[in-house]
């Protein structure tokens, strides 16, 4: 049984020019200890379905519907709101994208950790710091026990995103939700982080959903990915797959747009030209159509299906690519 | 559509910015025309008909010394409304240039009316009023000038912040390269540009003012009898609060319509200069429908 | 910190030695003889001028101002033309007064101010926020003699619930007789500084409550009380406290209508009764001081936001 399954999520929001349907209907399993990337660019709506699952976007203006949405076997858009601030923190738990803003100015670090274990693991204060001082040190902060009184301010972004992923494990959570989590570091603070994240996840058997627009992270840390576009999942395999047997044009397109470390000088990257469509009037057709390099005759003339291109790899694409 | 427009017609969609400007003028009209409304002279005593609870003849009854009390509502309008306007205008001339140019030159002259204004800046404004209209003498020129002394620092600072933002702007840079003069730069390129939290501002003054005049005249300090007052009518009102409560209460009711609408306009006029805050008509909003339908059907 | 406070010591001297000229000239250029007033027009000559030897009045203005400085750094702020007494001792009867209504007054405007304003964020855009703002608006349109007035005649007379007299007087008794009369002229006086600190915290929460680290705050799965109390209101309570203090040292020069109404013998009416009878000494002294106090606001406001702000700080 899955740790985390999804079926048919779909979220939209009333807003003043209309319903933004962010989500159409994405689907997938997670089980315990995976670590599954997510890519896709801004507005793909990557954000908007990790938030629905931690139960974090406000109904309205948002709505979420789904045939099935479980934690655990636990039915999460049936829940009470009192149930789901029992899990967040506890069972499922997420880090977002700017260390800087993350943590609260005025509250010390030690503080930040402790109402945590206090809130969910019924620590008294004692207990709550040590265990404070444990978690500091597993995510590689030196010095851990001083620097419990600090302010945030007086980290680094580096620092600051540790403890971020420190506070988000501190009660062993099942499933954690990593979106666009080094996106605002440097290049090798990123790679850090991205290490650290890999060995707790494994070490605790902790899922991961880890959400990214660089493909290169995602090539390092992640056993299977799903490539969301326009709301929906255009194609998801085992990693290996997908970067050497991408079978959806925009996969394709984003595949050629990153620069890689073997290439020459003379090798082009080639971007994705144009812009995502319009979330508030979906198209009828495959979404990534005007963009795309690859797109056949039945491309226009109705919705490419889901097709299977081998073990867990899956996409909807008339083309053939393989 | 140009941005006045476009701002105009936001300003008339916030209801209580447009209940606020109709109002305003209303009481313009109201005022100005009270030598042709008002029944009776305001300035009248008639001793006979003294302290009377408002009637027919008297729709907000009569004072003390038998003076019909919304004739002298209306006269003390005039007073209030032109001293605010006064004082606008005084502030608005004194404040501005002093703080496009301290903003525009910068360095020490700066420095010095940074120092100057942050002096004023340091009474509590009624105070100072009441120090400067109760030594120069109860006059109407003298209170215009202490209220208006009292706001123009204020104004001043905040045309220098805004000047010192808008110094860096590339405009400034090309109508220098274009060899403007530094004075035509401040009060043509510049000022244009500022204008809008200089108005918003200015409203913030004239209700200040009409309260500020208010005041004066409560303490004795304003216009000298007999011309009527808002302030003075409350200040006579005092002894008489339990035989005759129309005696304050329209005053007050003038005085609190009068600052309400001005607040509104002015809050209006804010939201409206802001292209942030500008709301977009919303369109009505389909009930959500599951996925893979085609979008025919939300229509 | 030490630095802070340190930058905004020294900037005092210099903003009250223009304060100080600029009240010299203010005195000294109007119309009205102190010593006319004073003795009455009949008085003899001679009366006259050996009155203004004994105040300095016929010597030379720059040199007037001189003397007046010398005797400020001594300490003295010099003798009422009008009244038997020192300014200074002036001062210490009336200024206790003034801090006794002024704190009344703010303790109002405390009171109302934190819950509305929590709550006007909290559910903003529905009929509770209109009706938290909308008592803001109406507040702000009303001067507080005008409100004054209204509540002695809701609360006194027809009600007869509480007294608007009694301040600086010795005969009222007991707990409720200190407090009593306090509560109108209070609320009078606090009414303004509510509407202003509620918005304000309106603003602040509304602001903060968007910020990241509250939704992260609530993405741990925390209370909602303790994300409201502890993660967004602590936040918001900076710019609070400091605009409160700052609002306090406003307040005693603003008191003074509600001083004339109620016959409180503050500061304000002091200021006021100098200036009718041109006791220049008093006006001088008191503005002065009422000048330093409203620095000192100031200056406590900045230290309170290095407390209340650890970025700060470090």
Partial sequence: MSLLRVRDLQVSFASDRGLVRAVQGISFDLEQGEILGVVGESGSGKSVASLAIMRMLPQPPARIVASELSLAGEDLLGMSEARARELRGAQMAMVFQDPMRSLNPVLTIGRQLVEVLQRHLGLNRRQALSRAVELLEMVGIPQASRRLSAYPHQFSGGMRQRVMIAIALSCRPKLLIADEATTALDVTIQAQIVELVKRLAHELDIAVIWISHDLGVVAGMCDRVNVIYAGRIVETAKVDDLFHRPSHGYTLGLLGSTPRVDETEQDRLTPIEGLPPDLIDPPTLCPFLPRCKVAVAECRQSMPPTRAFGPLHQASCFAELA | ?299 | ?314
């Fill in chain 2, 1 to 299: 559509m140009s941005t006045l427009r476009l701002a105009a017609g936001q300003f008339l969609r916030n209801r209580a910015a447009a209940a606020g400007l109709i109002c305003l003028l209303l009481l313009c009209i109201v005022v100005t025309l009270a030598p042709v409304i008002a029944p009776y002279n305001p300035i009248q005593i008639n001793l006979g008909a003294k302290l009377q609870p408002p009637s027919a003849t008297h729709w907000f009854g009569t004072d003390y010394f038998g003076r019909d009390v919304f004739s002298r509502t209306l006269y003390g309008g005039q007073l209030s409304l032109s001293v605010g306007l006064a004082v606008v205008l005084f502030a608005f001339t004194l404040g501005v240039p002093i703080g496009l140019v301290s903003g525009f030159v910068g360095g020490r002259l700066d420095n010095l009316v940074m120092r100057l204004t942050d002096a004023f800046l340091t009474f509590p404004p009624l105070l100072l009023a009441v120090a400067i209209v109760g030594l120069l003498g109860p006059d109407m020129r003298n209170v215009v000038l202490a209220l208006g002394l009292v706001q123009a620092p204020v104004l001043a600072r905040m045309v220098r912040g805004s000047t010192l933002s808008a110094r860096e702007e590339v405009y400034v840079r090309a109508a220098r390269a274009l060899g403007a003069s530094p004075l035509r730069i401040m009060f043509s390129e510049i000022l244009r540009n500022i204008m809008s939290p200089i108005v918003v501002q200015l409203t913030i003054v004239f209700s200040a003012a009409v309260v500020a005049e208010a005041s004066l005249s409560f303490l004795g300090l304003g216009a000298p009898p007999p011309q009527p007052s808002w302030g003075r009518d409350l200040s006579d009102a005092r002894n008489y609060l339990s035989d005759a409560p129309w005696m304050f209460l329209s005053p007050s009711a003038a005085i609190m319509l009068c600052v309400l609408s001005i607040n509104f306009v002015g809050d209006g006029l804010r939201d409206a200069l802001d292209p942030r805050s500008w709301r977009v008509r919303a369109k009505p909003v389909p009930p959500a429908a599951p996925v893979a339908v085609l979008s025919e059907d939300l229509a």
């Fill in chain 3, 1 to 314: 910190m030490i630095r802070v406070l340190a930058v905004r010591l020294a900037q005092i001297p210099l903003v009250l030695v223009v304060v100080s000229l600029t009240i010299f000239a203010v005195t000294r250029a109007t119309p009205g003889d102190p010593v006319q007033i004073m003795l009455g027009m009949q008085s003899s000559p001679e009366a006259a001028a050996a009155m203004r030897r004994e105040f300095n009045l016929d010597r030379p203005l720059p040199v007037q101002y001189v003397l007046w400085v010398d005797k400020l750094l001594h300490g003295n702020l010099g003798e009422s033309i009008r009244l038997n007494q020192s300014v200074t001792s002036l001062l210490a009867q009336t200024l206790p007064v003034s801090l006794k209504l002024a704190s009344a007054a703010m303790l109002f405007a405390l009171c109302l101010a934190l819950p509305l304003g929590v709550i006007a964020a909290l559910w903003r855009n529905t009929w509770l926020d209109y009706l938290c703002t909308g008592y803001t608006v109406a507040s702000f349109a009303i001067p507080n003699f005008a409100l004054a007035l209204i509540l002695i005649y809701v609360f006194s007379m027809k009600l007869d619930w509480l007294p608007i007299t009694g301040i600086g007087s010795s005969h009222s008794t007991g707990l409720w007789g200190a407090i009593s009369p306090f509560i109108v002229p209070a609320i009078a006086l606090g009414t303004l500084q509510t509407a202003v600190l509620t918005r304000l915290l309106r603003a602040s929460m509304i602001d903060v409550l968007g910020q990241e680290y509250v939704r992260v705050a609530r993405a741990k799965g925390l209370l909602p009380r303790t994300v409201i109390l502890v993660h967004a209101l602590k936040n918001a309570l900076i710019p609070f406290v400091t605009m409160a203090t700052i609002q306090f040292g406003y307040m005693i020069g603003i008191q003074v209508t509600i001083e004339y109404i109620f016959a409180i013998p503050g500061v304000g009416s002091a200021v006021l009764n100098a200036v009718i009878n041109r006791d220049f000494p008093v006006i001088q002294g008191f503005t002065l001081v009422i000048a330093a106090f409203f620095l000192c606001a100031n200056i406590v406001a900045d230290l309170l936001y290095a407390v209340l702000d650890p970025r700060i700080r470090y």
